[in-house]
């Protein structure tokens, strides 16, 4: 059970993005975050495994709070906890198998996994991840060779590879179209069913939260405003979440950043084209 | 989780793909890199004791070095200048006026070598012969073509001049040809058409495509020659690094300490300029 | 490109009349400049014109004393000439060596504060800004002639170089993909290892690789101050007015050049 009470964190700027936030979250529940950009939707998600510092409160997970571990106990609490991000994080240069393997690097020691040399089991688990979310035989591709669909897909098989005891999700689906952003919904919550873990995802689009999420949470300024059903998200509560700005989520997709574009700088002719040369094709499609 | 099939049915083995043909291949790769890493190691071998001495040596060398002595001093009657300030002066003058000479020259054989050497515009035999032109003058090092040149002409900045005329090609008929390769081939049949001779369509088809492109390469190659212009005299083949060579010859270690910092300043100023202005050319 | 900016000005600029006149004015002084600056360049240089005139003849003179290349000396040159190679490789190692704490101070997202990005960036200026041979000069007054002074010229040639590049490598890196490594509980090596190391590789190896190519011609001029390889070699047989020796090394250089740019183009092409 995910337990998290007052959390709060104020940023160095000064910016207080969450504010006295508290809620449980348990069993297989799939738990949707909704707010306008910049309500502290990222920062809540982040602040759960600590790779934002948070300022004030706890997180508990199963009774250890996590927010008074040591560096070394908190890099055990955070093999338990999946995280899917918005742009897939993948590590473009490395191949689709040892993106999922990654996902098992608390476990193994360095040196294995220097070596690409996994335990039999989580190389099995692998494959079998792989081919649930649909993509078999992609094992050698390289990450930057896959469309944003199945990246997201390995950014999740990662997840799941750690066997974890809840998987966060900070807007997996706004770099993706809307109907592969259904797809990888889909997936998200049947990955709660079958793994029976809860799932906390951060999203834009509130038609999307609605279908499939079984509670909803929705954050402003970094207050938690509402916390019910999606049946209980009526116009009402649409207002108070996003007060003055239009409900209905797709209208606002502006916050997604764009892909880099690649540097062209071109200074310096030969040594521009060792990088070229060194690089790989341009990644993002 | 479990996929669409039981667990076992899944490999319990995974092997990262290598860009080789196989990973014996690799491993005979890597294992001869090592092996030529190490045999290079090996044979470089230096003693510890002449390391050591060598670090003395600097220690003392450093000591010899500041302060740098350009020449100059600033006594009661104003301003006194030494002989040694006017030598850097003239040496600096001289290498500049053999960087801006030797780049106009160099671009001049430059431009019909690119052309030859561009696979695009020429048949091949020309092609091949254009190649080859930019691959000698790449290869051999200015200093190497300046050492020679120099008994054929002498010391002085001809030698120099004619050494970075010749490394030119190599730099900017390479590039150029690139470009060239890379022209809007709808242009040069739009010039054709209008029953143009070769000649016509170089200069009315593809010279306005790479012109900027052109002036670019040209002042960066004015860099490139400002820096090798300063250590040419090394060979005595003109400019400041005659003047270095002979303050290290003669033990003066803080004039050779001003030479050096003149260089650097030059070469810096060089580069400021050259990047500036590629960058209101291009 | 100067085409477009033509029909740009046609099409949408309304005074595009003056527009060209401006331009067109700034080119023509432009190159009045250059053409002024270049006979101002060739008057300071004071070259007689006889010596230009002759130089077609002079040129053709050295060549005819130096064909045909001298075949027998071909033996005595392999040794000045793995010296060469081995000058090059153990150079290149030593900048790399030096270099990687160099590009972890000048790269803006890894150097620990203001200070020690200064120190990496003054480091990586001053380096580049001297040449090989002025390094050669220095270090054969400090550790004698020979090829210890070559790879200290080479090293310290490079470091600038290297660093330079694998900075700017390690500022194009993805955190978030860092960071994802650290959230599935890696610890620091396996963060290194997984998030950093794929990201930078390809980009080092080909960087390293350059360098060594182009440290490989620039072994081959070092000898000429008696920092070691070749050219001490190619010095002394100038010396020695031994002309079809010298072009016996001029075609040897010549070869090794080229067959170290074809490593190192493949290297690259290898590495992903
Ligand atoms: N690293 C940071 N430093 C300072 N302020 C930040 C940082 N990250 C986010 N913020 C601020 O915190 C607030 C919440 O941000 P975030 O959690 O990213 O919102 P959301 O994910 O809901 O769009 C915003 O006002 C943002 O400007
Ligand atoms: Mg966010």
Redesign the pocket.
């Known amino acids: 059970m995910l337990s998290i009470s007052t959390l709060g964190k104020t940023?160095?700027?000064g910016?207080r993005?969450l504010d006295d936030v508290s809620f449980d979250v348990e069993g297989s529940q799939v738990v949707a975050v909704i707010?306008p950009?910049?309500?502290?939707?990222?920062?809540l998600i982040r602040c759960i495994n600590r790779l934002t510092e948070p300022t004030d409160g706890e997180v508990r997970l199963d009774g250890t709070n996590l927010t008074s571990l040591s560096n070394r106990e908190l890099r055990a609490a955070r093999r338990e906890i999946g995280m899917v991000f918005q742009e897939y994080a993948l590590v473009e240069r490395l191949t689709v198998m040892e993106n999922v393997l990654s996902g098992r690097l608390g476990y193994v020691s360095t040196w294995r996994g220097f070596r690409r040399k996994f335990p039999q089991e989580d190389v099995q688990q692998a494959y079998a991840t792989l081919d649930r979310v649909g993509l078999r035989g992609h094992e050698d591709d390289r990450a930057d060779e896959l469309s944003g669909g199945q990246r997201q897909r390995v950014g999740i098989a990662r997840a799941v590879l750690q066997r974890p005891k809840i998987v966060l999700a900070d807007e997996p689906t706004s770099s993706l179209d809307p109907e592969t952003s259904r797809a990888v919904m889909e997936l998200l919550t049947e990955i709660a069913r079958e793994e029976s873990i809860p799932v906390l995802i951060?999203i834009h689009e509130v038609p999307l939260a609605r279908e499939h999420a079984d509670r909803i949470i929705g954050l402003t300024d970094g207050k938690l405003v509402f916390d019910g059903t999606p049946d209980e998200l009526d116009d009402r509560a649409l207002d108070r979440i996003y007060r003055s700005e239009e409900p209905g989520g797709n209208a606002d997709r502006q916050?997604t950043p764009e892909p880099e574009p690649t540097a062209g700088d071109d200074v310096n002719p030969p040594l521009e084209r060792v990088k070229a040369d060194a690089r790989s094709s341009p990644e993002g499609r | 989780m479990t996929g669409t099939r039981p667990i076992d049915a899944y490999e319990t083995e995974w092997r990262r793909p290598t860009v080789f043909a196989s990973h014996r291949t690799k491993w005979i790769v890597y294992g001869l890199g090592i092996a030529f890493l190490a045999w290079n190691v090996w044979e470089a071998r230096v003693s510890l004791e002449r390391f050591v001495y060598g670090l003395g040596q600097g220690a003392v060398l450093l000591e010899g070095m500041v302060p740098p002595d350009f020449g100059v001093s600033v006594t009661a009657n104003g301003i006194e200048t030494e002989r040694s300030f006017w030598r850097i002066y003239e040496g600096m003058v001289e290498t500049l006026a053999m960087s801006i000479v030797a780049t106009v020259a160099g671009v001049a054989i430059s431009v019909p070598v690119a052309v030859m050497a561009a696979e695009n515009l020429v048949p091949r035999p020309v092609y091949y012969v254009g190649r080859a032109i930019v691959s000698v003058t790449r290869a051999m090092h200015e200093l190497i073509v300046g050492i020679v040149l120099v008994v054929g002409f002498g010391f002085g900045a001809l030698a120099g001049v004619l050494a970075l005329v010749f490394a030119t090609p190599g730099f900017f008929a390479k590039l150029l040809a690139e470009d060239l390769e890379d022209i809007d081939p709808a242009q040069l049949d739009a010039v054709r058409s209008t029953g143009a001779g070769p000649l016509s369509v170089l200069v009315y088809g593809v010279l306005p495509q790479v012109l900027p492109r052109m002036i670019g390469l040209t002042i960066y190659r004015w860099d490139i020659n400002l820096r090798a212009s300063t250590i040419l005299g090394i060979v005595g083949a003109g400019g400041i690094g005659a003047t270095l060579n002979t303050a290290f010859n003669t033990y003066e270690y803080d004039y050779a300490m001003a030479i050096l910092l003149a260089i650097i300043a030059l070469v810096v100023l060089g580069e400021i300029i050259s990047a500036y202005t590629r960058r209101r050319v291009q | 490109m100067a085409d477009t900016e033509d029909r740009d000005g046609v099409t949408e600029y309304p005074e595009w009349n003056r527009h060209d006149v401006t331009t067109r004015l700034v080119r023509f002084l432009g190159l009045l400049g250059a053409v002024s600056l270049t006979v101002l360049a060739w008057r300071g240089l004071g070259v007689r014109y006889e010596y230009v005139a002759s130089a077609p003849t002079e040129i053709r003179n050295l060549f005819g004393r130096m064909y045909p290349p001298d075949v027998a000396y071909t033996g005595d040159i392999v040794t000045p000439m793995l010296h060469t190679v081995n000058i090059a490789v153990v150079g290149t190692l030593g900048a790399i060596c030096l270099a990687l704490p160099v590009a972890y101070l000048g790269a803006r997202n890894t150097t620990p504060n203001d200070a020690t990005y200064a120190i990496g960036k003054l480091i990586i200026s001053g380096s580049r800004s001297v040449h090989s041979i002025i390094w050669a000069l220095v270090f054969v007054i400090m550790f004698g002639t020979g090829v210890l002074a070559g790879i200290l010229a080479v090293t310290f040639r490079s470091i600038g170089f290297i660093a330079k590049l694998l900075a700017e490598e390690i500022e194009e890196i993805d955190e978030t993909a860092v960071e994802a490594v650290r959230a599935t509980g890696g610890g620091p090596l396996d963060v290194l290892i997984y998030g950093v190391v794929p990201q930078v590789k390809a980009g080092f190896v080909g960087i390293a690789v350059y360098r060594w190519d182009i440290n490989v011609r620039e072994a081959t001029i070092i000898g000429l101050v008696g920092a070691g390889g070749i050219g001490v070699e190619l010095n002394n047989r100038i010396n020695a007015f031994d002309w079809p020796a010298v072009l016996t090394i001029l075609l040897a250089i010549l070869a090794v050049v080229l067959v170290s740019e074809f490593v190192s183009a493949y290297a690259r092409r290898m590495v992903r």
């Open positions: 940023y160095g700027t910016e993005a707010g950009s910049g309500a502290g939707k990222s920062t951060n916050g």
